[in-house]
C-alpha cells in the first residue's frame, strides 16, 4: 500500500513538473518575441549613435602608426626574394602566381613588363628623399606619390608596378589605366590573387593604377590585414 502510494507520488511529481515546464518555455517564447525588436531596436539605436565612435577610435589606433598616411612595413630578407625579371625581385611566395599571369595575359596579346617589385628600406630612402629634394616638393606632398622609407609595401616583396609592354610612356603614369594592359589586370588580377593597392578612393595616397600587391597567402594577407581592414570600413 506505502509502495503504491509513492509511485502515485511520483506519477503527480513528474506530471506536475511537465506542465510547469510547459508553461514555462511559453512563458519564455512569449517574453522573447517581446522582448527581440526591443533588443534589436535598443542596439540599432546604440550602434547609430556610437558607431562614429567605435570607428574613429579604430582609426585614431591605425592613423597614430601611420606616417603621411602609409602604414609601416618590415622589409622582406634577401632569401625570401626571387629574381622574375632583370633586376626586379619578388618575394618567392607570390613568384608562380605572378609569372602565370604574365604568361596567361600573353596569351591574350597582352605583354605586360614588371617596373619594380621589392625595394629595401636604403633604396626607398634614396627614391624618397632624392625626388622630393629634385621635385622641390615637402614630404607630404611627395607622400602622395611615393612612400617613405619603412611604409613601402614594396619593401615586402608583395608589391610589383606593373606597365604595359607596348606602351611604356604610361609607366607610372595614371593614364596608363587607358592600357590594354590595366583593362586586363582589372578584369583578371583577382585569380591571381592581386589588388590594386592604392585605388582612386584611397584616403591618404593618390590613385597608383601601376602598383599592385600580392593577397595569395596567410603571410601576405596578415602583412596587408590593417590596410584591408581599413579599406573595408570606407
Ligand atoms: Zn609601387
Known sequence: MEKDNSSQNIIDIQEAQREYFKSNKVYIIRSLIFISPLFILFTSIFWFRYKNVFIFKFLKATTDEKVLGHLPYVQISRDSLLEIQPNILVHKDMYESLLKMKVDAEKEGIYLVFLSGYRSIKLQEEIFYSLKAARNQYALERAKV????????????FAIDIGDASNRDTDFEVVFENTKAFKWLK?????YHFRLSFDKNHNSVDYEPWHWRYEGSIEALRIFEK????KSIF
Open 187 to 191: 578584369r583578371n588580377a583577382a585569380k
Open 146 to 157: 611615393s612612400a617613405p622609407p619603412g611604409y613601402s609595401e614594396h619593401s615586402t616583396g
Open 227 to 230: 590596410a584591408n581592414r581599413e
